[in-house]
């Protein structure tokens, strides 16, 4: 099971190596930096599974069930399908989410059954460039993940054990040199964790 210190430290290691080559501009160049092929999370794929922190059959599938990745074992397919890919586990659920409304990707992440749920934002909307609209954006969603969470749980049968990570970056600027990432941890009862 990936824990969510775990992933984030890897994917924070791996944005740090990325910024020096160069910052994505447009969303299409974000997402391209975080899903494809060499991308940032096929990248903290390969760290977690050279630190020992996953198994090395874990493999990601992209836009699985129109999630944007999973990590899932290589070998454990569900035998009864002779096309496509029914893994019988899935190690990680992630979302990628440039702008608009992240809660939509964080209740997608609620109805599949997984130990760990990852949703990637960015703290304010290119159109809103205020530092106070980026505290409130943050407070915000971070309240609402809790909502969400404790809700969801209440009310449906969750797995127990679940852990949720929620990772925003800060694009200062359209031209910045860095993205400052922060990352917060919840339980399968919406608890939150601040992760440095």
Known sequence: MISPSDFYNCFRGIVKERELEAIPKS???????????????????????????????????????????????????????????????????????????????????????????????????????????????VLEKRTLFTRLIKGFNNHAIAEKGSSYLFIIGDRASSDAESINWQAWKYDDKGNETELQ
């Open 27 to 137: 969303d299409t160049e974000f997402t391209c930096f975080m899903l494809s092929e060499k991308g940032v999370l096929e990248s903290t794929l390969n760290m977690l599974k050279k630190k020992g922190l996953v198994s090395s059959d874990v493999v990601s599938e992209k836009e699985y069930y129109s999630l944007d990745m999973i990590y899932r074992s290589r070998d454990n397919i569900h035998p009864i399908f002779d096309s496509g890919i029914y893994p019988e586990r899935v190690d990680a659920l992630i979302e990628h989410e440039n702008r608009g409304e992240p809660e939509q990707e964080m209740y997608k992440l609620l109805l599949f059954r997984c130990s760990l749920k990852v949703l990637i934002n960015y703290d304010w909307d290119d159109d809103q460039k205020s530092t106070d609209k980026r505290k409130i954006y």
